[in-house]
Every structure is written in structure tokens, then in C-alpha cells.
């Protein structure tokens, strides 16, 4: 039974609602699922002339308000836009249905037939910030798994967002579901992400997703069970007996294809036989694509206008056209260097030494260990997942990116023909 | 990196020995691991005349300071329950290693082979009441899932634990593995519990096993991710075609094989149509054993000696020779009870009709749902787990027993040939 006594009943009269709502999405069928998914999909296409100019309000406010241009970028939606994420919807809507599967059983001894099964969770939180494609994806996620969510989304996308939540809500209704299971907050500001922080009992998983800033707060502040999804000191490793061109290639893509999400590349690590031979190339294409090198001294040897390197650099998210570089004596020194900075995201080593790629996959305890590949390929919608709901940088429950069945719980069943304890 | 400022020096330094511990066992082999178990094992009986003076001593100063008898009882070891205790460690022994299971993979369109791996947490912090056996119980789950423990049990228990810890790094260190992979923080006093929750980044995991005001403490205040264990207001539902013998023996068991624990039942409910023809019967089994019935007015129109019940009844988990009876109209009414009042624990329907009792399994939102079986079997050495790290009743990570499974995290190893991303 819900325990928190600092909820305001306006917002306890919407977490009854996504509760009671849950219970029906809870023993839903795949198949009508599938339907509301499809509905959702269309109605963002259909909507266009709704959605754009909601948009463009909140676009023309954050201009306004001096908003960072990469937020703003974040902000936006397009044609272009709406149909990847009208297709993300149809690709969770093909994906298997996670609910019912049978995750383990056995028949003990005394006949008593157990299995684990997958369940929804009931009601999902999330706070994120003014991104409005997180407000479809994880609305979407959450329908496929059967859940209920409350939404509390960046206040600079309020407009756009409060025409996606009434579109969501229509598609459920739709298909014959209850509207309830898409609920936001948002009209209650920033109390309404406080709250939902202390609305243990009504909501059963709370994800954050945004800033380092938001993400600690949202672990320091909120008693409902959360996943903290994150920050990413994301290393790439290249080894003595790397390959030139895979190593340039990786670099390159890790740093510059999309340098202000939390999977690209913030500091590379080179062993020291191998530095005069792939520095060079490596920070060739690198300058070519407007790259900083913050390097150590041994790096400043060889990239003679390479920043000199500080200790902050090695603990830095740049998420910017910055990468730190730093030479080490050999894989263990590499991998000191990791324990010690990352943020246990994702890193790669670039080697064809058979066994140093398998001390490398099985010491470094990170949410993604790579070998021969880009950091860039940790994301739900590469993995396969349809889109993510965040990618878990934490142990419990979750980690890497989270797709439909991070969103799912289990219960076990047990069949009995009477049977009583001896 | 750890960010917590909080933490004393040397506290820090166990932890710091736990997490260099966790890195060495996370790559032990089954066979190293298996081994140091049983050592442990054959150290619990081989030391009985160290242990058990220990234990008299707790068990002493606990007559003197008047602890309740069912205390008393938890913390009392004997030649018996030492064997016992070896036992639950052999078993766990002969359970197949979690760690390097594959739980998902797939080879992309790219080329990108993925696969999500089981790998320990690393460090996994546990804060219980006294009883002994936990000590050794958690520190067996741990070893064997590859995860370094930090210990905080009941001072009333802290002789006999820091012979049993003293006993069980001793062990680790005769099969060259590192005694500091089981730690306590018993003498830092309740100052150690509020450091263990203040931990993040030292501590993975931290689940507190013991009464509600312990578990609700720390889940208020900790900041590494906690797993609830809990509180049990468990149900039993008789429905209308429920067999009399099967009722009568279930519920008997459910409330009085071992009423002090959480998976004991607490809340009777019986069909309306059934309460005439089962509830005589039930009531003169439980009679026979000291149950105190507390009855709404349906039940007590049939059962004449009932305590009148009150609201309060139905959210009590008495832990005695108490039970609340109540009489509900249909299963929905049964279940819209459970609903409002279960602590999602366990609950258990029984009957002959399949259509009610998938309806039960299916609607009912508990850790554990059950048909036609003594509640009292939810329990990881009931489930084959071997022993238990406590029952999960949150939904997040873990959920009912919690055995090797659930004291493991995953991480995805991404092998690659050079693929970027376009």
C-alpha cells in the first residue's frame, strides 16, 4: 500500500489512475499491444500540423531564453524527425512480446511445479529532460511491456509534449485501452518531479534520464526504486598490436559521429609501443574533423599541439569535439586507468591479440566491453531493442542499454496439488 | 569512482579490501570458488567449540537484557543448526556456477556479434538482525556468485558473528583466495549501517534483511541501490469449490508450521457460498493449535469465539498465533482485498475451478502466487536455491526468493571486426 503522505491529490488522483490502468495493460493481449503501437505510429504522421507547430512554440522560447544550440537540437522536431520516430514505434510494435515468458521452472521434489514469469512492472516513472522523442519512445516501450507511465519531461518541451501525451492517450482509447496508462506531470512543474520521487507505492521504478546533474539528484532524492541511466567517460583502448586503419576508423566514429551523446569517445588510451606508429593517423583524422586533443606528456612528444592534459581531463564528459589521450605502458596500466576513471559505460580495445581482447571483455566491469568496435554501438535501436528507455549505468536490475524487458519484473507461479511444508 | 565524503578512513579501507577482493573472485573458476565452500563448511563443524561459546555468550547477555524468546530463538546456535548451516554451504556448492551464463545474443546485421553475460555485482553490502546463520548464508551466496560481502548483523549477535566471519575469511585464505572478500563493519557499531548506506560506489548492492523499521530505514536513507526484502501480510483465498481436506491442511500449515515468519500466513479469505461448509472444519484444526481467530461479522456468525477484527487486522503481520478471517462475496472481492491490503508477498488460492485459479495467477500483483500450496513454500531453500539472501517484495532486479541469480548483475560483450557506425 502506498506509504508517501506528500502527495498532492491531484497528482494521487493520476497515479490512481495509471495504476488502475496498468491493471488492464497488464493482461492485455500481444496483439492489441500491437494495434495502439500501430495507431500511435500513424497518429504521429496524421498529426504533423498539431505537433510541428507545438514544436516550433517551444523552439521559439528557447531561443528566447539563450537555450544551448545542442539542446535546441534536441529540442526540435521535423518531418524527417516524426517518421523515425513513427518507425521506432513500428519496430517496438514487431519486436516479441516480452509479458508471459517463462524465464525458469522446475517441478521440486514434493511436486510442486514452480516457474518464473515475466510481468510488467505496473507504473513507470520518468524524468527527462526536453527531449519530446523520449516522450514517444518510452511511452511506447512502456505500452509493449504492459506498463503504465507518468511522464515528466524538460518544462522547455511542455508544449510539444502535451500534444504528444493527448495523441498517446487518443490511441490508446482507440483500440478500446485505457488513455490512463500515459500520464505527465509536467503541469505541476518542477513539484511534480519531487513528488514523483516520493510517490513510493504508486509508482514501482522511476528512471531518470539526462544530465549527471538530474541523474544524482533523482538517486539522492527519490525513495522509489530507481535505474540511474548515464554518464558516460566512455575509453577506447588501443592495444601494442592494433590495426592502423581499424584504429582510425573507431576513433574517428567514437569521437566526431555524434560527439554530444553519452557514447562517444572521451578519452583514448594508447599503448606505448604502439604510439609513434598510430598517433600520428589517428590524430591526422581527427584534426581534420575539428578535434581538441588534450594529451599527456608523452602524448605532447608525438601530437606537438596537443593541449597539455590535466587530472580533470581523465574524469571529463566533454561531449564536445574534445578528447583526452594518454599513453600507458601496457593492457593492465590501461586497464588501472579505466577502474579508475570510467564511469562504467563502454569501452573498446583495438587489438589482435586474441588473449589480451578476452582479459579486456572479461576484467573491465562496464555496462558494454567492445572489441574491434565503436563505442557508438551502445544504444537500444542498434542493439536491436526498437528504441531504449535510457542506457543503465548502475548493476541492479539493469545495465547497458534497456529495452522491453528492463521494463519488465517477474513473479513466480507455483502449482500445487495440496501440498504443506514438513 | 566513488563519490560519497561521508565515509571514515577506515572503513573505507575494508571496503577498498572488499573491492579488490570482488575483482579477484569475479574471475575465479567454479572449481576455486566450490572449494573454498566447502572448507567453510567443514570450518563450521570442525569449530563448533569456538562457535558455539560465542553464541552463549550473545545468547547471555540477550536473557539479560530481556529479548523476546523468538529473538532469542533466531540467534541461538546449536550442534544441529551448525550442521545445518554446513549443509545449506554444501549445497550451495553443488549448484552450477551463475557466472559467464549467456542470457541473450545475437549476431547483428552488421556483423556485430552481442552477447549479455551474468557477472557479480563486485561488492554486496547486507545489513540483517541477529541471527547467525544470515552470516554465513549471504557470505555462501556471495562467494559463490563471485561477489565480495560486507557484513552488518545485530550487535546482539556480533560474538558469534566475528567468529563465524574470522572462521570464514580464514577459509577463503586456505584455498588461496582473498580473506578480505568477506568483511564486517559489526564493530564500527550502528555507525557502520549509516556508512554502509551512504557507500555508493564502494558498495554495489546493499539489501537489508530484518524487521519493517529496519528494511524502511534503509531504503529512506541509502543511496547505494537497495533490494527490499520483506514484510509478508500474507493471504490464503478458499474458494467456493475448494476441497475441504486441502483447505484445512494448507492453512493449518500456512499459520502455524512456523508462524514468526514472513512467508506465514497472516489473512484468511473464504468464498462466501464456501464459509458454511469450510470454516468449521478450519477453525477446529487451528483451534487445536493455539490460533487466535480475529473474524469480520460474517465469519464470526459462524465461528461464535472470534476476536471481533478491526481495519487494522488486515494490514497486521502478526508473526504469532494470530489470524485475521475474513468472508468476500466472490474472487474479485477476494482480490480487490488483497489488493488493497498484501505487501505483494505471497498469496494462494485454493480451488478446483481452472478458470479461478488462472484468473488468480494471472491478476494477483505478488512476488509469489499460488494454487493449491502452503504459502510457508516461498523460500529459496524450498525453490532449490540452497539457501537465501532474504525475499525480494520490490519489483525491481529481484523478486521473491533471492538466490545466486539475484546476486548477479550482466554486461554485454560486444566483439567486432572494425565496424563504425554510419
Not at 592494433?242 to 569521437?255: F, G, P, Y
Not at 564536445?320 to 590501461?334: N, R
Request: charged share 25%.
Amino acid at each position: 500500500m502506498p506509504e508517501s503522505a506528500v502527495l498532492t491529490g491531484s497528482l494521487v488522483e493520476k497515479l490512481d489512475a495509471a495504476r488502475a490502468a496498468s491493471r488492464v495493460l497488464a493482461n492485455t493481449t500481444a496483439d492489441r499491444k500491437n494495434a495502439a503501437l500501430h495507431e500511435i505510429a500513424d497518429a504521429l504522421l496524421r498529426n504533423a500540423a498539431r505537433i510541428l507547430p507545438a514544436n516550433e512554440l517551444d523552439l521559439a522560447n528557447a531561443r528566447e531564453n539563450n537555450v544551448p544550440a545542442s539542446l535546441q537540437d534536441r529540442l526540435r522536431l521535423d518531418p524527417q524527425r516524426l517518421e523515425s520516430l513513427s518507425d521506432a514505434v513500428l519496430q517496438i510494435a514487431s519486436l516479441r512480446d516480452p509479458i508471459g515468458e517463462t524465464l525458469r521452472g522446475s517441478t521440486l521434489p514434493n511436486g510442486l511445479n514452480i516457474t518464473q514469469v515475466r510481468v510488467p512492472f505496473g507504473v513507470v516513472g520518468a524524468i527527462y529532460e526536453a527531449r519530446p522523442n523520449v516522450t514517444v519512445d518510452i511511452a511506447a516501450l512502456a505500452l509493449k511491456s504492459g506498463n503504465a507511465v507518468v511522464l515528466r519531461g524538460g518544462s522547455a518541451a511542455e508544449n510539444t509534449n502535451r500534444v504528444l501525451v493527448q495523441l498517446l492517450q487518443a490511441a490508446l482509447e482507440t483500440v478500446g485501452l485505457p488513455g490512463g496508462a500515459v500520464q505527465t506531470v509536467d503541469e505541476f512543474g518542477r513539484d511534480g518531479a519531487r513528488q514523483l520521487m516520493q510517490a513510493r507505492g504508486y509508482v514501482d521504478v522511476l528512471i531518470p534520464r539526462g544530465s549527471a546533474d538530474l541523474i544524482n539528484t533523482v538517486v539522492r532524492e527519490s525513495t522509489v526504486p530507481v535505474i540511474e541511466t548515464g554518464a558516460g567517460v566512455v575509453h577506447v583502448y588501443l592495444d601494442e598490436s592494433a590495426d592502423e586503419t581499424l584504429s582510425v576508423d573507431i576513433v574517428h566514429n567514437a569521437k566526431v559521429q555524434r560527439p554530444s551523446v553519452c557514447n562517444a569517445l572521451e578519452t583514448l588510451l594508447v599503448h606505448r609501443a604502439a604510439a609513434d606508429r598510430l598517433l600520428p593517423p589517428v590524430a591526422a583524422r581527427l584534426r581534420e574533423a575539428g578535434v581538441r586533443i588534450h594529451g599527456d606528456e608523452a602524448t605532447q612528444a608525438i601530437i606537438t599541439d596537443a593541449i597539455p592534459a590535466t587530472e580533470t581531463d581523465w574524469s571529463t564528459e566533454y561531449m564536445s569535439l574534445d578528447l583526452a589521450v594518454k599513453v600507458v605502458d601496457d593492457l593492465d596500466d590501461a586497464m588501472d586507468h579505466i577502474r579508475r576513471y570510467s564511469t562504467h559505460h563502454t569501452e573498446s580495445i583495438i587489438t589482435n591479440d586474441l588473449a589480451r581482447a578476452e582479459r579486456f571483455l572479461a576484467e573491465v566491469d562496464s555496462a558494454v566491453v567492445m572489441v574491434n568496435a565503436s563505442t557508438r554501438f551502445t544504444d537500444g535501436g542498434e542493439f536491436g531493442f526498437g528504441a531504449e528507455v535510457g542506457i543503465s549505468t548502475q548493476k541492479l536490475h539493469a545495465r547497458g542499454p534497456m529495452g522491453l524487458a528492463e521494463l519488465t519484473s517477474t513473479k513466480w507461479v507455483v502449482r500445487g496439488t495440496g501440498q504443506v511444508r514438513g
